[in-house]
T-cell receptor, first 112, second 113 residues
Framework: DQQVKQNSPSLSVQEGRISILNCDYTNSMFDYFLWYKKYPAEGPTFLISISSIKDKNEDGRFTVFLNKSAKHLSLHIVPSQPGDSAVYFCAASARGYQKVTFGTGTKLQVIP | DSGVTQTPKHLITATGQRVTLRCSPRSGDLSVYWYQQSLDQGLQFLIQYYNGEERAKGNILERFSAQQFPDLHSELNLSSLELGDSALYFC????????????FGPGTRLTVT
C-alpha cells in the first residue's frame, strides 16, 4: 500500500527553466509534508516542508505547493541548475505519529 | 556532512549469516530512524528509537532487530540473511520536536550473496 506516490520516475529539464516534481498521497491523516534531495552515494538531505495549514511555502528557488482537496503536492525549482540534478523524495507524516512515509522518488536531470 | 555516521560503508556476506549495522546520530539528537532502500524502491521505514526506547515500527521483518544504547548510538541487527535483504540501509536522526526533518547518514550497502 503506497500511501505516498511519485508517478514520474524521471524528469529532464533545461538549465534555467522550471522543474516541477509531483507527489500524491492517499492518507487523509497526513498533515505535514516534506521534500528530500538525494545525490548518489549520499543519504537524503531535507530540502523544504509544508504544514497542512498552508498551501504554499517558499525557500529561495524552491517552492512547495499543497492542494489538500486533491491530496497533491508539488515542488517547483526555479530556475533549475545542473547542481539540482538528483533524486527527489516526497514524504509525509501525521500528527501524533513519528513515522515518515516516503515516496519512491523522481530522478531530476537538469541539462546545461 | 549531516553529522550522522554509519559503519560499515559496505558489507558483503552470505545467505544465512548475521550482520550488525551501526549508527551514531547528530550531537544532541535523541531520535534515531532506520530505513531500507532496495533497488528502484523508495525509503522503507523500519524502526524508530527515542532516547533508548522504541517509538515506532514500520515494515521490519522479525529477522531484523534494533536497539539504541545509552550513548544514543544505534545498531540494526539483520539475521538469517536472504538475497532479498541486499539493499542500502540508512540511519537518520532528528531533533526532539522536528521528527520530520531528519538528517541521514551516508548509508550502509549490504550485499548478500
Amino acid at each position: 500500500d503506497q500511501q505516498v506516490k511519485q508517478n514520474s520516475p524521471s524528469l529532464s529539464v533545461q538549465e534555467g527553466r522550471i522543474s516541477i516534481l509531483n507527489c500524491d498521497y492517499t492518507n487523509s491523516m497526513f498533515d505535514y509534508f516534506l521534500w528530500y534531495k538525494k545525490y548518489p552515494a549520499e543519504g537524503p538531505t531535507f530540502l523544504i516542508s509544508i504544514s497542512s495549514i498552508k498551501d504554499k511555502n517558499e525557500d529561495g528557488r524552491f517552492t512547495v505547493f499543497l492542494n489538500k482537496s486533491a491530496k497533491h503536492l508539488s515542488l517547483h525549482i526555479v530556475p533549475s541548475q545542473p547542481g539540482d540534478s538528483a533524486v527527489y523524495f516526497c514524504a509525509a507524516s501525521a500528527r501524533g505519529y513519528q513515522k515518515v512515509t516516503f515516496g519512491t522518488g523522481t530522478k531530476l536531470q537538469v541539462i546545461p | 556532512d549531516s553529522g550522522v555516521t554509519q559503519t560499515p560503508k559496505h558489507l558483503i556476506t552470505a545467505t544465512g549469516q548475521r550482520v550488525t549495522l551501526r549508527c551514531s546520530p547528530r550531537s544532541g539528537d535523541l531520535s534515531v530512524y532506520w530505513y531500507q532502500q532496495s533497488l528502484d524502491q523508495g525509503l522503507q521505514f523500519l524502526i524508530q528509537y527515542y532516547n533508548g526506547e522504541e517509538r515506532a515500527k514500520g515494515n521490519i521483518l522479525e529477522r531484523f532487530s534494533a536497539q539504541q544504547f545509552p550513548d544514543l548510538h544505534s545498531e540494526l541487527n539483520l539475521s538469517s540473511l536472504e538475497l532479498g535483504d541486499s539493499a542500502l540501509y540508512f540511519c537518520a536522526s532528528s531533533a526532539r520536536d522536528k521528527f520530520g526533518e531528519q538528517y541521514f547518514g551516508p548509508g550502509t550497502r549490504l550485499t548478500v550473496t
